[in-house]
């Protein structure tokens, strides 16, 4: 149900926000985002991204984030926000190789996250803090993102905002999408014993163990890097990319899920201004 009301919730305020904002440029457009995945056999994929920056009143969305800003205060703002992460499982995309990893382990699931946007403009830059927490019941924890962002550049020529950032996430985000219990390693034992194609019938459930060990997800906070670019084509075409390094933690790299040690993305668009 929350899948379906997200899209909708952007649609509408999108809607309101071209309507409300005959003194303000808009920029909606498309875009396409690729995440290089940390999981085992997990090959790096590829889906549409909306490229959004909009603003009507307090009201406002920035690409799949949308929100409202409660306070003001001389270079200080807070806002209420809303997104669905970008954090998944489908072991269906894992490779053959890989897949006896992921015997007896579930999909894990985006998440409906809401939350809260602090910000503080600086002299040398701006300071934000995100802050999101689970209410779609699935990891159930929270995971925020601490950043500093110093945009330069001509908007006429062209712009550049890199920034350095910490993702801090909890015990339970971890645990979700990266842990791997008791009762998975059962299953999975009795899944690999007795599989109709290439059984192990001679498996037991201690080598299994030792093959797949049990992890629960601890605390993690990595270090990331990113730069946005934009850079117009015209009065109304904007080009846009974005780049992302992000450090995974030995808390989540020790899962035998995980393979990679690093998470990398990137995004290529065009934002129309009107």
């Not at 059962?186 to 498996?203: H, T, Y």
Request: proline share 4%.
């Amino acid at each position: 149900m929350k899948r379906s009301l997200f899209p909708a919730l952007l649609f509408c305020l999108g809607f309101l926000s071209l309507s409300a904002n005959a003194d303000e440029r808009n920029a909606y457009g498309l875009g396409v985002t690729y995440e290089s995945g940390i999981y085992q056999g997990q090959d790096g994929y590829t889906e549409p991204y909306p490229f959004i920056d909009a603003n009507f009143g307090d009201f406002f969305i920035k690409d799949k984030v949308v929100g409202w800003t409660g306070f003001r205060h001389n270079n200080i703002s807070i806002a209420l926000i809303a997104s669905y992460n970008d954090y998944f499982l489908d072991t269906e995309d894992i490779n053959d190789a890989s897949k006896d990893i992921f015997v007896g382990i579930e999909n894990r699931d985006r998440a409906f996250e809401i939350g809260f946007l602090y910000t503080y403009y600086s002299q040398v830059g701006d300071l934000t803090w995100e802050y999101y927490k689970d209410v779609s019941d699935k990891h159930g924890g929270m995971h925020n993102i601490v950043r500093l962002a110093r945009p330069t550049g001509n908007p006429n020529l062209i712009t550049f905002t890199p920034s350095i950032y910490v993702h801090y996430f909890s015990s339970a985000f971890n645990d979700y999408y990266y842990g791997i219990s008791a009762s998975e390693n059962v299953n999975g034992f009795e899944e690999l014993k007795n599989r109709a194609v290439d059984p192990r019938p001679d498996l037991t459930q201690r080598q299994f163990d030792e093959f797949r060990p049990e992890f629960e997800g601890e605390n993690s906070g990595h270090l990331g890097f990113d730069i946005v670019i934009k850079k117009p084509y015209s009065q109304n075409i904007v080009g846009v990319f974005y780049a992302a390094w992000e450090e995974v933690l030995a808390e989540t790299e020790n899962s035998s899920l995980v393979e990679d040690s690093e998470r990398l993305r990137f995004r290529l668009g065009l934002e129309y201004k009107f």
